[in-house]
C-alpha cells in the first residue's frame, strides 16, 4: 500500500532502517501512510467529480449557444476557428465541419 501511495522509492526510504522505529513509531508510521492513502482517494474523488461537472456545464454552455439565432464563431491566439454554431452555417453557407480549424479570412 505505501509504494502505491508514496512511490516505491519513497516507501523504501521509510522501511530502510525499520528496525531503528520502535512498535509504536511503526504504528504512527503505518496510521500517517493509511491517513495519506485515504487523503490522496478523496482528491481523486473530487476531482473526478469536478471534471464530471465541468463536462456538465460544457455541455450545457454549448447548447445554449448552438441553439441561438444568431451566428457564434471563436478563434484561438493563431485565428484558427475553435467554435462554428449552426446559425453561423445558415448565414455564411460554410459546414461546421469545413470551418472548424481553418483560418479565419483577414478583412
Not at 531503528?20 to 496510521?31: A, G, I, P, R
Request: proline share 2%.
Amino acid at each position: 500500500m505505501l509504494s502505491g501511495a508514496l512511490g516505491s522509492t519513497v516507501s523504501t526510504l521509510v522501511f530502510q532502517d525499520k528496525s531503528d522505529l520502535t512498535h509504536d513509531e511503526k504504528l504512527q508510521v503505518s496510521k500517517s501512510i493509511r491517513q495519506i492513502s485515504r487523503s490522496l482517494q478523496l482528491s481523486r474523488q473530487e476531482l473526478a467529480d469536478a471534471n464530471r461537472q465541468l463536462a456538465l456545464l460544457k455541455e450545457f454552455s454549448e447548447n445554449i449557444i448552438e441553439s441561438l439565432p444568431l451566428g457564434v464563431a471563436t478563434l484561438d491566439e493563431s485565428l484558427r476557428v475553435t467554435y462554428w454554431n449552426g446559425a453561423m452555417e445558415m448565414i455564411t453557407g460554410v459546414e461546421k465541419s469545413d470551418a472548424l480549424g481553418s483560418e479565419a479570412p483577414c478583412s
